[in-house]
């Protein structure tokens, strides 16, 4: 199993600056992607930022270059910077990881989220 725990959410202005942070505990070895969802009302969630262990990113369109994912596979940790931040932007924030193992021909996979962490864009 992977435990993840976000933070560096928090209130801030528009146009401030966040750096949001997840790391993973437990059998982290076989992470491969790693992301950023933000939370809708209900059990839906809606993508910003994924990064793959290989450094392969996909961004929603909302971000528009203010945002960017990165991450430490070392200690399998993920960061999304978030920069120029609009209130629209505002929101829970969601870590997700999915694990792949088995043999290459045939992968197993598992997803695992955070508790998600709160971002307020104050106009």
């Known amino acids: 199993q992977v435990h993840l725990v976000e933070s560096g959410g928090g209130l801030v202005q528009t146009g401030g600056s966040l750096r949001l942070s997840c790391d993973s505990f437990?059998?982290?070895?076989?992470?491969?992607?790693m992301g950023w969802y933000r939370q809708i009302p209900g059990t839906q969630r809606e993508l910003f930022a994924t990064?793959?262990?290989?450094?392969?990113?996909n961004y929603a369109d909302s971000v528009n270059g203010r945002f960017t994912v990165y991450r430490d596979n070392n200690k399998n940790t993920v960061f999304l910077q978030m920069n120029n931040v609009k209130p629209e932007d505002s929101g829970v924030y969601c870590c997700n990881a999915v694990s792949r193992w088995g043999p290459i021909e045939a992968p197993q996979s598992r997803e695992y989220w955070g508790q998600g962490t709160q971002v307020t864009v104050s106009s």
């Open positions: 990064v793959t262990r290989g450094g392969r990113t």
């Open positions: 437990g059998s982290t070895r076989s992470i491969d992607t």
